[in-house]
Every structure is written in C-alpha cells, then in structure tokens.
C-alpha cells in the first residue's frame, strides 16, 4: 500500500484555515451524537517515527469534550504488563459504549517495532496477526467505530526530523536509540509494516494512509478520515433502529414461520442424536468419606507446594467453574483453595453484569481479570454465559453467540499463547440429585439464600441447557484450554476430581 | 472437539424406519425451495478412512433430484490440477444459484492427508488456513449454504474395516497404503485433524462431527443436518426480501439523510485529499515513432524468447489490464503478444457477466481462467470491476465492494504462492485526451463500433471513478501482485512501458 503514496501532498495555510472551522465542529457534534447512541470509538495512531503523531493527536481532541475521551501512549511493555497476555492492556483500555479512546501507538506496536527489534519471532507472526484481527473483529462487531490512521514520511524526511529533534536540548531526548536504527535500516522497516497492512486492512477495520509531510494536510485528512467513519457508523446505527421498527411487522409472515419450524425440527433431531456427553457421565462414581478425606488432604498439601512452585515460575493459571445450579462450583472452588496462599489466588464470581461491564464488549471483564504471571485466577462462572443463558433467554443475537464459539476459543489461545495453563469445568449433576438438593437449601435455614424462584425458573428449561451445553462442550474444547466434566452427584467425587485434574495439569506443566 | 465426541451412539432399524421417511420428503423439498430462491449448497464430506462417506452420500442423493446436484470426488491432484493453484480445482466446482455440489473429500485434504504425508509442509499451513476460510467466507457472504461433515470413528473400528475390506477380492482395491499408514499412526493423524478444526470451525462455516460407527445413526444425523442447514438459509433468504421491502419505507428518514450528507461531505474531503496517484501520472511522457520502433522490435523478440523460457520452467504468469475507455489497453495487449507463441498465451476479454457467470460468485469465472504453469493469461478489464464499475452503477452493496479489497488481495496471494507472476496495469490518460481519441473514433468508419453512448456516459462519471481506482490502487498493489500506473498519452510510450515492465519482472523471476 505504501509504495502508491504519493509524499508530495501539501496544504497552503488559507486552505487549512478555511477548511477546519467546519471539521472541527462537525467533529464535536459528532462526538455529541456517539455518545448518545451509546457508539464507542477506537482512534489508533501509528506511523513513522517523528511523522508527528503526538501533535495531530493533540490538534484532534481541541475539538472533543475532554470529559468524552482518553488518550493512551503506547510504550514499551511494563514489567505488570509483560506479566501479562499481549492483548491484555488493549482489551483492559477498550472504551465504555459513547466514548472514545485514542491510541498514540497500538497492538501494532508488537508486529512492527518489536518484530524490527527481533523481540518478536518470526513463527510467532501468524499468530499475532492472528489475533489481532480477531481482536478488532469481536471489537466492530459488538459496534465500535475502529479507525486506524498510519503516519507517513519518507527516510529523508525522517532524518531531518529526528536532527532537528536532537540539537534542541529539550527535545533531544525524544530520539531514541531505536528511532535512528530504524531510520538507518529504513527500507527494512517499510517492508515490515507493507506485511502489517496487507495482513490488517480488512473490510471491518481498513487503514488510512496519511501523507504526513505537510502537518496540515494531514491534519485535515485525519479529521476528515475520523468524521467520515464516525457519521457513518451513525447512519448505520439509526438505521438499524429505523430497520428494527419495521422488521417487527413482518416477523409474522406465514412462509417465514413455516420454514423456522423445519429448522426448528432438524435442529431439535441434530440435538436429540447429539446430546450424549452430559448423559454419559458416569453418576455413581463416588467415594466414602474416609477416602474423600484421605485423598483431599494429600492434594491440598501437593496443591499449596505446585502453588509455590507455579509462582516461583511465574506460570498463571486460568480455571472456570460452570455446571448446573446446585452443581458443586462453590465446594469444589472452596475445597480447591483451602490451603493455597490468599496472596496468589483470586477467585472471581460471575453474576449477571453490572453497568460499566454492560457498557464494554462482554469478553471485556473477563480480560480485565486474566492473572498476572504466577498466579491464579479462578471464574465462578464464566464467558460462556453467553453461549448459556444470553443464548437461551435471548440476551444476545442468534448470530451473537454463534460467533462466541470462535472469540473464546481465541481469547483462551492467547492465554494459553501467553504461557497460562487453562481449564474449564462442568459439574455435573442429574435432575433427581438437582432437586434434592434445592429441597434441601430450602429446608436449612443457612443456605435458603443460595436458592431462588430464577433457580427453580432455569431447571424447566434443563432439556434446552443441556443442548447448549453439549454443543459448548463440542466447539470449545480445545488441547489448549480442555473442558473437563465432573460427575458431581458424589461432592466428594467431584472435589477430588476437580484437586486431581488441576494437580495433574501443573505438574504436567512443571515437568515440560 | 474429537475427544469429547461418544462414539458408542446407536440407533434401532425401527427407530430409523420411523425417522428417515420424513427426513427424506423434507430434503427433497427444501431442494426445491434452495432452487427457487437461487440458494447454492455445498455439502463437504471429511472423516477417516472407511468411515463411510462413499455410503452416506449414496444415502443422501436418495433424495435429491439428480438434475439438481453434483457430486465430486477428490482425489490427489490430477497432473493438470497440480498445475494450477491450490484452490482452483475447488473454485471451478462451485456450484451455481440453485444447485448443490456434494464433496467426497474436498480442499481440506491439503491440511489433512497431504500434511500427514508431508506433501504440505508445516510453514505453508498458517497461509494454507488462510486460503480456506478465505474460500469459506466468501461463498457464504455470497449465500451458500456451506454443511461441513466430519466422519469420526475409532481407531479400531477402522482396522476392522479396513480389514474386511481386504479379505474381499472385489473391495480390497479400496484400502490404500496410506490407509494402513494413517491407521498405524491413528493419533498423529487425530492431532492433525484436531489443529484442521480449531483453525477452520467458524461461525460462517461451522464443522458438525458425525459418529460413524453406526450407520443408521451417521445417516440420521446427516440428514438433520443439512435439513438444519438449508431450512436456516431459505429462512434467511426469505426474511431478508421481506426485509428490505419494509426497509424501503424507512429509507427517507430525515435523520439519517443528515448524517449521511455528512458521511459524505467528510468522504469527499478525503478523496480530494486523496486522488493524486493518478493526477501525479506524468503524462508528458513520450516516444518518438522512431524510438518506438527500434524499442518494440527489441522487446518484442526478447518476450519471445522469455515466453519459451516461461514454459520450460512452468510459470504462469497473470496479467490484469485496466483503463480509462480508449486508454490504449488493447493496443498494448496486441504490441505485448505480437511475437508471442500463440500456443502459450491466452487474453480473456471481460465483459458484464453473463448467466452463468452470473449465477456464480463474482471472482469464479476468473478462478475458471487462471492458466497452467507455463502459460499467461491476459486480462482485457478485469475482477476489479467489482470496486469500479459495480461500486458506481450500485451493481453490488457497499459492504460486498468494501470486502472485494481483500477478497481480491486473497485471490492473487493464493495464485502468487502457487508461483505465478502477477500483476496488475492501470492505462492512465486524461480526459482531453479521451475526448480527443473518442472523437477520432467516431470519425473513422473503422472505428465506430469501439465507441458507444455508454462510453460517453461513463466519461461525465470521471470524478467518481477517479475517487474509486485511486482507493483501488492504494488498497490492492501488494509486493506479490503490484499495480503499474501506465502513462498513456503518447501510445508508443506506454506500449513500449508495458512491454519493458513484463520483461523486468519475467527476467527478475528467472533469475530467482
């Protein structure tokens, strides 16, 4: 893409300042209007060292509400970020629904710079690029305006740049080491980021090359690049609105429904032939209570040993509990934890999402959570609520959760890629154990708490959350993040079960 | 996903008898449905050997009208496809609008068999992955039903197999030695299969495993799948047309008129910021009669020898050729193949496509032209249509125009890593000398027919194709596959250009 562009492009000084009146307050309106919509904006900056990326960031948001956006430079990792999966500190800094985030540096930053400093391996590539655009797949897809503008100057221009830059004592030190090798080996460098554009300019998040020569030529392009792909996510945001509206007249039409019933049918007959993981758990593995106690001694105290061990290697581990209500999760996690040391676990409940998850991506909490290098991070319940209960009540789109299977998968490998060991869990338990159980929460006056009418509401639909669950189980399981199911109508089964598998899992690790 | 599937599921002669009549009447129906809607099906067959596609797809064409389908059984590459790219073979048998094509094996066989027998080497998969779901998303963005199948059985059920096959004389043929060497190495194989489905289940193309250990069992579930599968996309189809009626309604809205003046204004301003690659075109450039002919009469004789060179080395080379209405293309192609052995070269002239052409996926009739090691195909206009004239006309929506950028990036990288030299020629005069040259045209009777209405026509919309191939240069000339802008003025100059570029690039190749 870059060898098209054309460097000479300028802009006199009466065009610039007719022009920008305009731009600039159609941007504030612009931003006025996402916010109300509720339309979260990603603006990313990337380009050729001194091309003057901080200063067209700062000429952009003298048009924006200050109180609507943040700004993030993008350094070389921290020592909290390294400990850390690479797209952590991306995901952690998405912005909330109407507002927008500026990215001074990016994601890109590991496909550019790091790979020109070799810090980046070269097998490693496909997968980077992998998932970064997975990253800004999940991230348009749930709506976010992603503009990504690239700063362009020639190898002279560059030069003169970063001369300028170092005879001025106050500005000398923003040349670094890395910025003249770069320009050295410029030629390099350019063929580094023409693989970066062609493996990331796609339909949902295409670059903008910004011939940025002549500062106010681009700063004009840039503010027109910004508003164009604002106003027409606009346009598209309301449309569908309008869209909805009238949808809703025709979902009654005849032949639609009759088509929906057949496959409805064929669903229902794919799901009857399939769902046979759940029912082929084996119920009546159990233990007595001296084996339960023997066995769980020996493995809490092998636990709290590979806990020490884990964080001496600085392995994280990611464990997510799900299973049916009355399942088992909360003993399993208690009897899991029992003896590890509180300073390197956390244990992390899932309800339904509050306001400020609500205003993010749904993945985006669970990001927010991934451990630190060493520790351990466990989910009581988990990400795949949306393949569970937002499938099943409708809380996202058919094609929402469709796709979950995919983003999960992908969220998990680059946990894994970033070194965690990961593990899902289902407990199961039969209907008959399940409703002895709630009969007894109810009769004991100490966990009447721990049941409610929506617990009673979910087991009618148990055939449904048994379908979901199987096709979960099916399309996520993975050689890098395993399901494991639990026979749990014996808890002393299930939490022995749960001790040994995660025992296994690190010691495996520890060995490698 | 394999570990997790049960393959010890069964079902009773009496419980198939029930089920199958309805599944059956049901099929044939939704064929006729998919029919009349212009629906295209494709149904993949994979699994391990013996598994027992041959039988499943004897099963399933029971019930299809055998005017409506194909099947294909793939094989190892002919010598012909092996002088092809990787995909050809799979892009020419795309089926129409309406009909279904069934694959007994399919393009899968690259990242399966061939891998396992490393025919595909392990650094060519990150590409090979791509090409597929590439493959994948664009036919069903384009509205195929795409029903992925994996046969799954055990390692010992299929030696059993494979063992009674042997014993009789009449099917022993049928077990290979590959076979028996993927038997012995069951596992191996399995991982390799297991990496295929973590890298290909997508939302747009999602694999459904089948437990094939009992036929009847196998035979149900795949007939509820593709019941599933073509009733979602009728649905679909249908709910879509009824739609965008209601949707017509809406369309006048003052709100989004609003926003969309702006989207627009704001695209605008980038395009006039943007439109120099072809303004920048030193047009001035020029030859004398003389030069010309002493230069074409060298390079005329230096692409002969070339062109032999080619063909004993078995490179393909594609060359696109694109313009400006009476911008010299043809002269150039005529100039470029003068002395060529017409043996060995073929030019594909591009009009709108016709009901074949247009009962297919847009790019299909280029992959049906793609040429054999050894041989160049020539391209009077070409796929870029897509983002010209369809972009312009409306032909396609904004969304299918906006993905053709990397659809069309993908097409020439795969043909590119399959060896061929490609690339792409923009003939670039202005609009004086258009006019200059439709005008001579009109004056000579032998002329004529070269100039129509529409020529006249499409030369008021200069501006907006200006916009269009400036944004389609940016975004489509890669290193594997660049764009030349040729300067066209003077014809001797930019024939003699043409010429010049093809023999640089013919002579850097076989000096590689």
């Known amino acids: 893409m870059l060898e098209k562009v054309d460097l000479s492009k300028k802009m006199s000084k ?7 009146p305009l731009l600039e307050s159609r941007l504030g309106e612009l931003q006025r209007q996402c916010k109300s919509l509720g339309i979260p904006v990603m603006i990313v900056f990337e380009g050729f060292g001194a091309a003057g990326k901080g200063l067209q960031i700062g000429k952009l948001i003298q048009s924006l509400d200050p109180r609507g956006f943040e700004v993030h430079a993008i350094q070389r990792e921290s020592e909290e970020e390294k400990m850390h999966p690479f797209l952590w500190r991306f995901w952690t800094k998405t912005p909330a629904k109407g507002r927008i985030a500026v990215f001074d540096g990016s994601w890109y930053r590991k496909v550019l710079i790091d790979r020109f400093e070799k810090k980046t391996k070269k097998a490693e590539l496909p997968d980077d690029f992998h998932s970064i655009c997975s990253f800004e797949k999940q991230l348009t897809d749930d709506g976010c305006v992603l503009i990504k503008l690239l700063l362009d100057i020639s190898k002279k221009e560059q030069k003169k740049r970063f001369q300028k830059l170092k005879e001025n004592k106050e500005t000398a030190w923003r040349v670094s080491k890395g910025d003249i090798e770069r320009n050295k080996h410029f030629d390099e460098y350019q063929t580094i980021m023409e693989e ?16 940025a020569m002549d500062k106010r030529f681009a700063t004009v392009k840039i503010y027109s690049a910004v508003i164009k792909a604002m106003a027409q996510q606009i346009e598209k945001v309301q449309h569908k609105k309008a869209e909805a509206d009238a949808v809703k007249a025709i979902r009654t039409r005849e032949e639609n429904v009759q088509v929906s019933a057949v496959a409805e049918e064929a669903a229902k007959n794919v799901n009857d032939l399939q769902e046979s993981i759940l029912r082929n758990a084996d119920l009546t593995l159990s233990y007595t209570k001296e084996e339960y106690k023997k066995k769980l001694e020996k493995l809490q105290k092998k636990m709290e040993i590979l806990h020490g061990e884990l964080y001496r290697r600085r392995i994280p ?24 040391d509180p300073r390197g676990f956390v244990v992390n409940p899932t309800a339904s999402p509050n306001d400020i998850e609500k205003a993010h991506h749904y993945l985006w909490r669970f990001w927010r959570a991934v451990p630190k290098d060493g520790h351990i991070a ?51 338990i039969d209907k008959d154990e399940q409703e002895r159980r709630f009969k007894a929460r109810q009769e004991n006056p100490e966990k009447q ?8 509401r979910n087991r009618e639909k148990w055939d449904q959350y048994e379908d979901a669950v199987n096709e979960m189980l099916i399309r996520t399981s993975t050689e890098y993040a395993p399901w494991i199911v639990v026979e749990g109508n014996c808890k002393y089964y299930a939490r022995i079960k749960v001790l040994e598998t995660v025992v296994d899992a690190i010691e495996k690790r520890l060995k490698e």
């Open 196 to 211: 970066m554009l062609q493996k990331t300019d796609t339909d949902y998040a295409p670059w903008m090359i910004v011939e």
């Open 317 to 340: 581990v990611i464990l997510g509990f799900e299973g049916w209500d009355a399942g088992g999760k909360g003993g399993a996690i208690k009897r899991l934890t029992e003896k590890m």
């Open 378 to 428: 466990i989910f009581d319940r988990t990400w795949y609520g949306r393949v569970m209960v937002e499938r099943i009540e409708g809380f996202c789109t058919k094609q929402e959760w469709q796709r979950a299977y995919k983003e999960m998968n992908d969220m998990e490998k680059d946990w894994a890629d970033a070194g965690a060991i990961v593990m899902k869990f289902w407990m199961q």
């Open 14 to 20: 009466e065009e610039y300042k007719e022009k920008m």
């Open 449 to 456: 708490w721990k049941i409610t009418d929506e617990d009673w």
